[in-house]
């Protein structure tokens, strides 16, 4: 039986754990309001192309986890986004609303609150983890995503991507295990490391502009959203027999809110962007909540 002593613990452990996100989030909301423009555009795309797949790759190419539990995760992580999907689909269909919204419903902020939070959670191992998470969701969002939201089929979207390119040579560099120069490993190590810090200020910059169009509707489709992440999410772990780190960074990642990029895909193809907003929104400040409760359970 846990003392008060061992529950205040867990609840310094935890409030240590998702402090650093709050805090940098919390400059961008600042930076929104008080400082210059801020150039979302430019370091969505800086990080997207030059510092993730950095990261993606010094993490694979050097991460101690084994190739199997790669494999294992990966898996897991697809099984989400195909249980996620179909499910999704089905409640907006039965609401007779637009079915493209699945997107923003399934796709959570894995990278901008995500990684921090399992890195900060777990160390470099769950980082790691999360790290598959994130890049199998970002193939996914750019890949499949962009074609259902465009209304068109576009693969050379996701043959192009530097994110895809990072994770097989990581992985061939890792399997092989091939030495690489130190300059190369810490290169790639130095320009990984802007990527959490700038995607949580993004991520405070990106929720300062956004508001909710019609609340009553937002908090319903926000409490499913919530609910729906969290049956899918321990039903994939129960069924692949995910445990310890693993199963932990799956649920985490499967929790996280929903994704400041779907209000950007939502402008990019002319889809309801007020919707999106509202849920990206509601979804953060339901995490605030919902996310400590989380890893209080996760951390017993």
């Known amino acids: 039986m846990k003392t008060s002593f061992?529950?205040?613990?867990?609840?310094?452990q935890i409030l240590t754990i998702l402090a650093p996100a709050a805090i940098l989030a919390t400059i961008g909301l600042v930076w929104a309001k008080k400082g210059p423009e801020f150039p979302v555009k430019f370091v969505t795309t800086l990080t997207l192309n030059v510092g993730m797949p950095a990261l993606l790759f010094s993490t694979l190419a050097s991460s101690k986890i084994e190739l199997?539990?790669?494999?294992?995760?990966a898996l897991a992580t697809l099984l989400v986004h195909l249980v996620f999907t179909a499910a999704a689909i089905a409640l907006?269909?039965?609401?007779q609303k637009d079915w493209r919204l699945c997107i923003a419903l399934v796709v959570g902020n894995t990278g901008n609150l995500g990684l921090p939070v399992c890195f900060f959670a777990y160390g470099e191992v769950g980082l790691a983890y999360?790290?598959?998470?994130f890049s199998f969701q970002c193939l996914l969002l750019f890949g499949l995503g962009d074609m259902v939201l465009a209304g068109r089929f576009n693969l050379s979207a996701v043959v192009r991507s530097p994110i895809l390119h990072a994770i097989w040579l990581g992985m061939l560099v890792q399997y092989l295990a091939l030495?690489?120069?130190k300059f190369v490993l810490d290169t790639t190590a130095l320009?990984?490391?802007l990527v959490v810090p700038v995607m949580l200020i993004t991520l405070g910059v990106s929720l300062a502009g956004m508001s909710v169009k019609n609340l009553p509707e937002t908090l319903k489709w926000s409490l499913i959203r919530t609910g729906l992440a969290l049956l899918v999410g321990f039903a994939v772990v129960e069924l692949v027999g995910l445990e310890g780190v693993a199963r932990g960074i799956l649920l985490i990642e499967t929790m996280v809110p929903v994704?400041?990029?779907?209000?950007l895909m939502?402008?990019?193809?002319?889809?309801?962007?007020?919707?999106?907003?509202?849920l990206i929104l509601v979804t953060h400040l339901g995490a605030i909540i919902y996310l400590p409760i989380l890893l209080g359970f996760l951390l017993v």
């Open 6 to 12: 061992d529950l205040l613990q867990l609840l310094a």
């Open 68 to 73: 199997d539990a790669v494999w294992e995760i």
């Open 92 to 95: 907006l269909r039965q609401a």
């Open 130 to 133: 999360a790290m598959v998470f």
């Open 179 to 181: 030495p690489l120069p």
């Open 191 to 193: 320009l990984g490391q």
């Open 259 to 263: 994704a400041v990029f779907n209000f």
């Open 266 to 278: 939502a402008i990019r193809h002319g889809r309801d962007s007020a919707e999106v907003s509202g």
